[in-house]
């Protein structure tokens, strides 16, 4: 699950209180009382890469276990096969141990990217420097 801090707006994978706020309690990101601090585009930016994150982990997980299944499946044809066609079953059998997961990755990479880009532009390095001051000044205050 992932939450979110209504006062510093910083995002936990789970959890019930804010480490930096000091006793704050976490908001569900499914919660109707987080939906006003969800519309800012650094925060919208955050989870969006979470949870690309998250599905192309999963993309490239069944991805290597199709590769080892239809490498399998493959190789069994090999088996059966007398002489050079043999051959070509084993070869086929490897592009896909190797082919597969190495698909799944790219396709990953590309969910990453597709989703973590917000409404606008992603914020800059500069941003996040701007907005860590902002924390610091706000905290010592």
Known sequence: ML????????????GRLCLDCEG????DVADRRSQPHLRQAELQHTINTYYGARSAMLLLFASILLGGIGSLLLARHGVVEPGREAWSWFLAAGLALVGTPV??????????????????????LDDLRASLRARKTDSRA
Do not use: E, N, Q, Y
Not at 24 to 27: D, E, F, S
Not at 108 to 119: H, Q
């Open 24 to 27: 704050v309690a976490l908001l």
């Open 103 to 124: 698909a799944g990755l790219l396709g990953g990479v590309w969910l990453v990217r597709r989703l973590g880009v917000c409404r606008g532009s992603p914020p800059t």
């Open 3 to 14: 939450k979110i801090c209504p006062r510093c707006h910083r995002t936990f994978s789970g």
